[in-house]
């Protein structure tokens, strides 16, 4: 009997795995398949951005395909320092990126920071993101040491510090994921200018592939 009850709860134990399985790979297949313009943005540029040091928080789709180039995980995943320490305006100064793309995570206002008036994506000043900055991140801003922080909250803070101080250096381009206004892409100046324009078509490409579906 012993071995009997023992059978079952072995076949119980392993339909619950089959079952949880088949429905983490539903969850993923449905992300993946989620229809937005990141899902296509990332290979479009790649065509065109090569050899540039990329300093980024979202490191999966956009790491696999501008893999020919310095990326420097700011969240920690994929680059040794930011694993042990988490990021900092230091740290972005020594690296002197070409290109910051970063989520925004809870750093602005959603609510109220409408730069684009519902399009897809616009080029913004560092002092109108400032302006639905919420009193958290205003306070953050003025602390030299973000480690006591979850590396995923330093690494906008910290880009957001770097982009204070180099403002003038970079172009912002600010676009539309999932609805809201999160996904900053701060590209030098002194790139020459084909390189920023290639950069802003391949956005309107990806939002063209993504409304077509």
Not at 138 to 161: C, G, T, V, Y
């Amino acid at each position: 009997m012993k071995k009997i009850a023992f059978s079952i709860i072995i076949c119980l134990l392993f339909l619950e795995t089959m079952r949880t399985a088949y429905l983490f790979q539903g969850n993923i297949r449905a992300y993946a398949n989620k229809e937005d313009y990141f899902n296509y943005f990332p290979q479009l540029l790649s065509e065109h951005v090569k050899g540039k040091k990329i300093a980024l928080t979202e490191a999966g789709r956009f790491g696999y395909f501008l893999r020919n180039n310095l990326l420097y995980d700011l969240v920690g995943l994929n680059t040794l320092h930011t694993s042990k320490n988490s990021s900092s305006k230091e740290y972005l100064q020594s690296i002197d990126p070409d290109i910051i793309f970063f989520h925004s995570h809870v750093t602005v206002d959603k609510d109220s920071f409408n730069p684009c008036g519902g399009i897809d994506f616009c080029s913004v000043s560092y002092e109108s993101i400032s302006k639905s900055f919420t009193s958290e991140t205003n306070q953050l801003l003025m602390k030299d040491d973000l480690s006591n922080f979850s590396r995923i909250k330093a690494a906008p803070i910290s880009s957001f510090q770097y982009l204070q101080d180099n403002k003038d250096k970079y172009e912002i381009i600010v676009v539309s994921y999932l609805g809201d206004y999160v996904h900053f892409y701060a590209v030098k100046k002194n790139l020459k200018q084909i390189f920023l324009e290639k950069i802003k078509l391949k956005l309107i490409m990806a939002f063209e592939f993504k409304n077509s579906k």
